[in-house]
């Protein structure tokens, strides 16, 4: 299912598109699968930005010895820390667009979910698609990926529950910057049409 949520008002927006959701919930496997189907312009005439990878890039060149750690266990660094090098990585963004950033717009640092307004402000992003996924199959995914990822373990009514926070926060995102807002549910049913939405969305970055 693919439903919008809020109208695209391009007018001084950077040629970002916002892509978020809980971990697990497919962001990453729906931008691979329409890399695949079209290979020239996701990745091609435009990147694909994974913030979390990039910041950690920014964070280990200047603290080398956490690079081997992982981008999860940045989670554990205090927030003052982590600001300088939030805006680092928002600014590398920019230089690269048109792009597609994979991101959280709400995250957990040193155990409490933390919200950046003022990286959007930053980023400016002229649409974000948030990815939904049932809170169940979240789990199962996730689990999966245990023994690779050191992921904050969550309960289902959890997982469900954070994914209410970060769809209203995103759908807040967006009407306060005037951004547009697309609702991708990834499910086994209907995987197509989620892929199809981001290859229209990534077009519109060219227009």
């Given amino acids: 299912m693919v439903e919008r949520l809020a109208q695209i008002y391009p007018e001084d927006k950077h040629r970002i598109i916002t892509i978020t959701g809980v971990s697990g919930a497919g962001k990453n496997y729906l931008v691979d699968k329409a890399r695949e189907t079209d290979p020239g312009l996701i990745g091609g005439r435009i990147a694909v930005f994974n913030f979390g990878s990039e910041l950690l890039q920014s964070i280990v060149s200047d603290l080398p010895e956490l690079e081997h750690q992982g981008r999860d266990k940045l989670k554990n660094?205090?927030?003052?820390?982590?600001?300088?090098?939030?805006?680092?990585?928002?600014q590398k963004l920019i230089r690269v667009?048109?792009?597609?950033?994979?991101?959280?717009?709400?995250?957990?640092?040193?155990?409490?979910?933390?919200?950046?307004?003022?990286?959007?402000?930053?980023?400016?992003?002229?649409?974000?698609?948030?990815?939904?996924?049932?809170p169940a199959m979240v789990n199962a995914w996730r689990m999966k990926e245990y023994g690779e990822r050191a992921r904050t373990i969550e309960?289902?009514?959890?997982?469900?529950?954070?994914?209410?926070?970060?769809?209203?926060?995103?759908?807040?995102?967006?009407?306060?910057?005037?951004?547009?807002?697309?609702?991708?549910?990834?499910?086994?049913?209907g995987f197509d049409d989620g892929v199809a939405a981001m290859l229209e969305e990534a077009r519109m970055l060219l227009r």
């Fill in 155 to 189: 309960t289902v009514d959890e997982i469900r529950l954070h994914q209410e926070i970060a769809k209203s926060v995103t759908l807040s995102f967006a009407k306060h910057f005037g951004a547009g807002m697309l609702l991708i549910y990834n499910h086994p049913v």
């Fill in 97 to 134: 667009q048109p792009a597609m950033q994979l991101t959280h717009l709400v995250f957990r640092q040193e155990g409490e979910l933390v919200i950046k307004p003022e990286s959007e402000r930053l980023t400016n992003a002229i649409e974000y698609i948030f990815v939904e996924a049932d």
């Fill in 77 to 90: 660094l205090p927030m003052k820390v982590v600001d300088g090098y939030i805006e680092r990585t928002i």
